[in-house]
């Protein structure tokens, strides 16, 4: 099928970075992809080989007269542009039209996941648009896993990757990598890696220039030395979650692939006003934690407090060998269930 991929991009690139991996994996499996994007500055970086099958467009302002494919999404509610919605309303057969909504694991997104919204006015009044949630149970939609995924990791050779990126690592020290946006106990979080050998390989971007400011130009401090990296490509920053000792991730994207890693992480949720996005944290750290020690738990759950400015000290990290184990679980169930491309090709089958 055709499927028209709609994105703005909103900051950070996080928008961008969900969208091109959906619109790579569908093509991978033999889909095409129109990728509709309001600003494409990343992808020479971010997918520097492009993907067989996808197209990169401008995205349309007044250009009514390209005919839209199969499926549209809509990614994370963009709003579609006017002709081009007007020409889907124009369609003998409609397309399927998807709001492809962002990954929470709150209760409601069972309860909204594949909910019909028709549309009574406007340009695409006669249509119906329909909400896909992805998610951590069966009741909602998966999350992107590409089909070799699982081979590639296990083909990964971590101390080449490394010593390609970094130099040898050193024995005994441990490799953290940092993905984050303003993060206030960073400077905690430095004292603590610095008690032991670690080094910490810092994200280009916001990450990379507060190790900067903290670290001075020397990047160093105790037994912590720190590496500013490039901009990696998406696999390649697969390759680093896999790499590393301890993940510390944020937003989407990088939350879903540490996920996938099974290594140590935590998670900087995107930041809301109100401290919504602490209750968004919570309700995936109940999910995450079924099942673990309530003791150990706890800590965890003190520990992605603090990182995301809910509590005011920063705990010490948990052991790691605990960590992995539960991150390997978690692997496994999430593992158990269908992919996000490969629930999307289902409901479109059943829809259309």
């Given at each position: 099928m055709q499927w028209d991929l709609f994105c703005r991009v909103v900051d950070n690139f996080g928008d961008v970075g969900v969208c091109w991996r959906l619109a790579a994996d569908l093509a991978a499996r033999g889909e095409q992809v129109r990728l509709w994007l309001d600003d494409a500055s990343a992808l020479p970086w971010m997918a520097p080989g492009g993907a067989p099958g996808v197209r990169v467009m401008a995205w349309p302002a007044?250009?009514?007269?390209?005919?839209c494919g199969d499926v549209v999404i809509?990614?994370?509610?963009?709003?579609?542009?006017?002709?081009?919605?007007g020409h889907m309303a124009r369609q003998t057969r409609a397309?399927?039209?998807?709001?492809?909504?962002?990954?929470?694991?709150?209760?409601?997104?069972?309860?909204?996941h594949k909910l019909p919204s028709p549309q009574t006015n406007g340009p695409g009044a006669g249509l119906s648009k329909y909400f896909f949630y992805p998610g951590f149970t069966p009741r909602t939609g998966g999350l992107i896993r590409e089909?070799?995924?699982?081979?590639?990791?296990?083909?990964?050779d971590a101390p080449s990757w490394l010593a390609a990126q970094c130099g040898a690592v050193a024995h005994g020290e441990q490799v953290v990598s940092l993905f984050c946006y303003e993060a206030g106990a960073l400077p905690a979080l430095l004292d603590q890696l610095a008690l032991r050998p670690t080094l910490?390989?810092?994200?280009?971007?916001?990450?990379?220039?507060?190790?900067?400011?903290?670290?001075?130009?020397?990047?160093?401090?105790?037994?912590l030395r720190a590496l500013a990296l490039p901009a990696l490509a998406q696999h390649d920053y697969d390759h680093l979650l896999w790499a590393s000792d301890l993940n510390f991730v944020?937003?989407?994207?990088?939350?879903?692939?540490?996920?996938?890693?099974?290594k140590p992480f935590v998670w900087q949720i995107y930041p809301q006003h109100d401290a919504v996005h602490i209750a968004k944290l919570d309700a995936f750290l109940v999910r995450f934690l079924a099942g673990a020690d309530a003791h150990w738990g706890a800590g965890l759950s003190r520990l992605w407090h603090a990182w995301n400015g809910a509590d005011h000290a920063l705990p010490a990290l948990p052991a790691l060998p605990l960590w992995a184990e539960q991150c390997g679980l978690w692997r496994e169930s999430l593992r158990a269930r269908p992919d996000l491309v490969t629930e999307l090709l289902g409901f479109v089958a059943e829809t259309r």
């Open positions: 007044t250009d009514a007269a390209v005919d809509e990614a994370f509610g963009c709003e579609l542009p006017a002709p081009f919605l397309p399927v039209w998807i709001n492809l909504e962002y990954l929470s694991a709150e209760g409601f997104v069972e309860r909204a089909a070799d995924l699982a081979a590639r990791q296990r083909a990964f910490l390989l810092a994200t280009a971007g916001a990450a990379a220039r507060q190790i900067a400011e903290l670290l001075g130009a020397g990047l160093r401090r105790g037994a944020r937003g989407e994207d990088s939350f879903v692939r540490a996920q996938w890693a099974a």
